[in-house]
């Protein structure tokens, strides 16, 4: 049955129910008091308008708003979910979905949206969608004008229910072939375990993308089939992997840890919110050596993995700092049918530190809020005596330094050059090696360079941006005139030569296309397979891991420096 409330009806209801908290609580209960007061006010100030405002107001738009900033002054995980909305709560919960599987993008110039990426084995790819596809009507709705979310909102749906997509699909004659096709909404479950593979060394690899829905299931399966395979070390990447729930985490922790360790511990403002989580069955393998790969995308529940790895001494990290989100939260129910994802806690992992980077209660006065400088955070110790910090991450045993990518790649993505490029190479080629041994040619190289000369591709350079603010300071205390000459010789070397920055940066832009490319042929699992080809993270992992005198010498307490005490004899 459809809820139908009068917005002024509403309204006064709400403000009758303050009223009566108002008057129900002693004046001595001062907090609860200005609590019970200021909802009395606010919901005053909405009469008030609703009956006086010049122009007629939307109620749930004025509320909302008055609603997420509030909490936006709170931190960025406590967020309000309508009734409307709870998809995305539960998507982020269950890590599952109605819809055809398949990410799509807004092109700017076509004024549409686009098939960006079909999943693998769901409605989108087994019907013949592919990445380049214009979406040009659903169920004979136009989408001219409509934004990427009003397009998302309408491919998704009940599971079951039937949809008709109209794409333009293009040709290699640089026009677009109408087509359509009729789909059936499936449940799209987000893959915990996107590849699994032995690697050389008898090294199991596993990709751990999410903590949503049931991984650890997944994560048990893939790493007892690498075990039948003789794997003999692993390596788990937990790289971009945003988090999820936190019993999952302490469930694949459990895998690699004995029965009745502690894996992380919550502590909020009540009882309820402060819990133990414990390993509470027998692992599967006690002895395995462990690599974790992190990088500063590697978030929550991801950080429970491997900062309780680490402090247990069980696993050597690896790659960089970690995002350092260490808040709990938990979805409350709220009137007609809202939720209301609330920060509850703080977690801390086995050595007692809490890794949350940013205090959102201590903002500065403009409300901006900075990360825990490195001088403020406090020394823990793992199992073993070795040394870790809390306030900001994880810090990896072996850190792996971040490759800036190149200025002109950034362009390349954002005017979709890439994207057509990968589009009109697959119009010219059905086929392609595999993922392993794929490779882009010096010839398809040169193919992507003339299609970007002759997209009169413009792009920014962060030196001339320099060049051009140094010369007006010079300008500006008067030393310009005296310069003139060498600023006139810095902006000829500086000026744009597009052809030599393509060559400069081919070997990152090879990659990103190569990316892009295997992408079409091997959904996710290529994407993976291709990212790990010369990737400097996986490297010093299986370095450390094919060496066991340097990984028990990770996993070991550096001795304490012994001091001789001078004895000064007295006369």
């Known amino acids: 049955m459809n809820r139908i ?7 006064l209801v709400i403000a009758a129910v303050a009223v009566g908290l108002l008057f129900g609580f002693k004046r001595g209960d001062d907090r609860t008091f200005q609590v019970a007061k200021n909802l009395d006010i606010f919901n005053a100030i909405v009469k008030e308008l609703d009956l006086f405002y010049v122009d007629t107001l939307d109620a749930n738009k004025t509320i909302r708003e008055g609603i997420d900033n509030m909490l936006y002054a709170l931190d960025p995980y406590t967020v309000y979910y309508p009734e409307d909305n709870k998809g995305e709560l539960e998507q982020m919960i269950k890590g599952s979905f109605g819809g055809i599987g398949s990410i799509i993008m807004y092109n700017p110039k076509l004024k549409k949206s686009v098939i960006s990426e079909p999943f693998e084995n769901t409605p989108a790819a087994n019907a013949g969608l592919k990445a380049g596809d214009l979406l040009v009507e659903i169920d004979g709705v136009d989408l001219t004008g409509k934004n990427n979310q009003e397009v998302s909102e309408m491919l998704r749906g009940q599971v079951g229910t039937k949809l008709k997509v109209k794409i333009d699909r293009p ?17 799209i479950q987000t893959q915990a375990i996107p590849y699994a593979a032995v690697l050389q060394d008898s090294i199991g690899y596993i990709n751990l993308s999410t903590f949503s829905g049931n991984p650890s299931k997944e994560f048990k399966k893939a790493f007892l089939d690498l075990k039948k395979q003789g794997i003999s070390s692993l390596v788990i990447d937990l790289r971009d992997n945003g988090g999820g729930l936190l019993d999952e985490a302490v469930e694949i922790a459990n895998f690699f840890v004995p029965r009745g360790k502690t894996i992380v511990t919550t502590k909020g403002k009540i009882k309820q919110a402060s819990s133990t989580y414990k390993t509470l069955r027998e692992p599967l393998d006690l002895e395995i050596p462990i690599a974790v790969l992190v990088n500063n995308s590697t978030a929550s529940s991801s950080e429970i993995l491997s900062g309780a790895l680490q402090d247990l001494d069980r696993a050597v990290v690896v790659g960089n700092r970690t995002f350092g989100k260490g808040l709990v939260q938990v979805p409350r129910s709220l009137p007609y049918g809202g939720t209301l994802k609330l920060t509850t ?26 990360r825990i400088p490195d001088s403020l955070t406090t020394v823990f110790h793992t199992a073993a005596g070795r040394e870790v910090r809390d306030g900001g991450g994880i810090t990896p045993d072996i850190e792996v330094k971040q490759e800036r990518l190149p200025n002109i790649l950034f362009y390349l993505i954002r005017d979709n050059l890439m994207f ?28 992507f360079k003339k299609k970007v000369k002759s997209a009169d591709f413009k792009y920014d350079q962060q030196s001339e941006k320099l060049l051009k603010t140094l010369k007006e300071a010079a300008e500006f205390e008067g030393y310009l005139t005296d310069s003139s000459e060498e600023f006139a010789l810095l902006e000829k070397k500086l000026s744009h030569d597009l052809d030599r920055d393509l060559d400069f940066f081919s070997k990152e832009i090879k990659q990103a296309l190569a990316l892009e490319i295997v992408k079409r042929y091997y959904f996710q699992r290529g994407t993976i397979i291709e990212q790990l080809k010369g990737d400097k993270g996986l490297n010093e992992a299986i370095e450390v891991l094919t060496s066991p005198q340097a990984y028990k010498a990770k996993l070991t307490a550096a001795p304490k420096a012994h001091k001789e005490e001078s004895k000064k004899s007295k006369n």
């Not at 040709?171 to 449940?187: A, S």
């Not at 119009?427 to 190289?445: G, M, N, Q, R, V």
């Open 5 to 11: 409330v009068n917005k002024r009806t509403g309204i």
């Open 171 to 187: 040709d290699l004659n640089g026009g677009y072939q109408p087509m359509t096709f009729d789909l059936v909404r499936q449940t």
């Open 420 to 447: 057509d490029y990968a589009t009109d190479y697959c119009l010219k080629h059905p086929t392609i090696a595999s993922a392993e041994t794929f490779e882009l040619t010096d010839a398809d190289y040169n193919e």
């Open 345 to 370: 806690s703080k977690y801390y992992i086995p050595s007692g530190r809490c890794v949350q980077a940013i205090d959102y209660g201590h903002r500065n006065e403009d409300g901006s809020v900075a």
